[in-house]
């Protein structure tokens, strides 16, 4: 688990996301320096975590583990914590999704939904006078 990145990752889409909404606020015309900005919002997270050897350690008996602590600890980690942390990365990855469709769609005739899941603004439909 890399959480730092993740936090990262996140705090950047937070970060493009409220600049998007200011130019929103402000009435700001999509032109070509908005284009590299419109690339970060899809950064996401891919959320896994190997829990092949605590589900070994359970099957072989976690209470090889004398350390009530240390024991207590792991299953609640395996058990509790990370599937409730992949969870809400889940939820906010599919809110975060919604309202980059949303924003995507002001892009007009320079927005491209292939009807495959890849939302994607084109190059080609660019103005050059921009």
Known sequence: LHFEDMIATYDGLYTTSDYFMELSKNNVPF?????????????????QYNSGPYEALKSSGIDKISNDTIRNAIINLFDFELPILGN???SITRN???NIDAMLELFGD???DDSKGTNF???????RDL
Do not use: C, Q
Not at 41 to 47: D, Q, Y
């Open 31 to 47: 032109n070509d320096t908005l284009m590299g900005k419109v690339f970060e919002l899809n950064n996401g997270i891919n959320f």
């Open 88 to 90: 809400n990365i889940e």
């Open 96 to 98: 975060h999704a919604k």
């Open 110 to 112: 320079r927005y491209i």
């Open 121 to 127: 603004v084109s190059w080609s439909n660019v103005p």
